[in-house]
């Protein structure tokens, strides 16, 4: 098997209406599309769905809020979101920390959206 690329990351949340505030106005995603149970952003390439919990189908097995962890590699500088972030009152939970990753050098921080899923955002650096 060859596999091509991430099609999409499901991130489980207790309030839609929180996530979208969240993903939509401070992150800056655009809504795709928006069902009684989802959201669907378009995250670069890909799709970031936020469900609720009690949604029924094909989920994981023990679908809980702020139980993911993702990043996302900004185009802006970390201090340009920083101040971004503070317009928004989102606390940061760690960061500006430089480190390389496997493919990058990066300088990250870290924030929780409001069901408590950790956001890694990624300035990128050339090395």
Do not use: W
């Not at 480190?99 to 870290?110: N, P």
Request: net charge negative; hydrophobic share 45%; charged share 20%.
């Amino acid at each position: 098997m060859r596999v091509r690329d991430v099609d999409q990351v499901v991130v489980t949340v207790d309030e839609l209406e929180a996530a979208l505030r969240f993903y939509h106005e401070v992150l800056d995603l655009p809504l795709l599309k928006e069902t009684a149970d989802q959201l669907l952003f378009q995250l670069g390439k890909q799709t970031l769905v936020c469900q609720l919990p009690s949604i029924s189908g094909l989920t994981a097995a023990q679908p809980t809020a702020g139980s993911t962890a993702f990043s996302i590699l900004a185009k802006d500088s970390l201090a340009t979101i920083q101040a971004h972030l503070a317009n928004y009152f989102i606390d940061i939970v760690a960061g500006p920390i430089e480190r390389q990753t496997a493919k990058h050098q990066v300088r990250s921080l870290f924030i929780q959206d409001p069901a408590g899923n950790l956001l890694e955002i990624k300035e990128y650096q050339s090395n």
